[in-house]
């Protein structure tokens, strides 16, 4: 077994690695760096402008640098080579799809074809099996880049649906008379309308990128890690429920003023909390039930 290589050590490995280079093989990497900025500086620049303009597209600030150290905690498989023709073949679907999708007015398939000519970059210099050793950071990346306009708004209204009546049942729980039409709650003096920033969508998207996250990191078996990415959905679903119950709750027996502004945003990062302690608690278990899985086939074994 081999003793971890400390990320100081692999800053040094990798000054010297370049340093190694011929002028001709660095001045080609520079060349390449560049005409990567060209090519891609647009679509890089409406994604980042999404991810800090847009309420939610906003992970991708965290997700974004979160990868970068991740492939780089990773490092670079030993047996690392280069596989120059499918490389190529990924970097000419990767800007034939940019300028494609530009005369379309098409982001989000722009914004993919600038991570799929990251991917043929590693191809190139590495090979496939490094791409596929760096999968979880390109999965993490792609998950950062916003859901088209048209999906988005297909999702999020049967969403409102589904958090008005797990709301509504819930105030009628507690004996409080509610009459639910579509996403409007009716309660005695007030009316609460779900829109669609309530609608868990927000909430979903990032636990959808902190399933796979914890499950590559806390989950050894493919099949646990896909049913955890699955049940943060209902996660987000149940936890926008409450938050709409939660609201109507508030609003009726402290303040209207529960309903809007600073204090609705503010409950919205608490019952984001939950979501994450709900996805944590849901890891743990997974784990537990991994674990005495593999003893049990090691001890029939």
């Not at 000054?15 to 500086?41: E, M, S």
């Not at 979880?136 to 049967?158: D, H, K, M, Q, Y």
């Not at 609608?199 to 990032?206: I, N, W």
Request: glycine share 8%; with cysteine; hydrophobic share 55%.
């Amino acid at each position: 077994m081999t003793a971890p290589t400390s990320p100081a050590l692999r800053t040094k490995d990798g000054i010297l690695a370049i340093r190694a280079l011929p002028p001709l093989a660095l001045a080609a990497h520079g060349l390449t760096a560049i005409a990567f900025i060209l090519l891609f500086a647009k679509p890089a620049q409406l994604l980042a402008d999404a991810w800090w303009n847009d309420p939610n597209s906003g992970h991708g600030l965290l997700l974004a640098p979160l990868s970068v150290w991740l492939a780089y905690r990773a490092g670079i498989r030993k047996d690392a080579r280069p596989q120059l023709v499918l490389g190529l073949l990924l970097l000419v679907l990767a800007v034939a799809l940019r300028y494609a999708a530009d005369l379309a007015a098409e982001l989000f398939v722009m914004r993919c074809s600038m991570i799929l000519a990251l991917g043929g970059l590693v191809v190139w210099h590495a090979g496939f099996r490094q791409l596929m050793h760096w999968r979880l950071p390109f999965t993490l990346v792609s998950l950062s880049i916003p859901i088209p306009e048209v999906i988005l708004n297909t999702v999020a209204l049967p969403l409102q649906f589904m958090a008005s009546e797990i709301g509504a049942s819930l105030l009628r729980w507690r004996h409080i008379p509610v009459m639910l039409s579509g996403n409007v709650i009716r309660i005695p003096g007030q009316e609460l309308f779900v829109a669609e920033a309530c609608s868990g969508l927000r909430s979903l998207t990032a636990l959808l990128s902190l399933g796979v996250l914890m499950g590559a990191l806390f989950l050894r078996l493919w099949p646990l890690r896909l049913l955890l990415v699955a049940l943060t959905i209902p996660v987000a679903i149940l936890i926008n429920g409450f938050r709409v119950f939660l609201t109507g709750f508030l609003v009726l027996y402290v303040s209207p003023d529960m309903g809007q502004g600073f204090m609705h945003t503010s409950e919205g990062m608490v019952m984001f909390g939950g979501a994450f302690l709900l996805t944590a608690l849901l890891t743990w278990a997974l784990g537990g039930l991994e674990r005495l899985g593999l003893r049990g086939r090691e001890m029939a074994t």
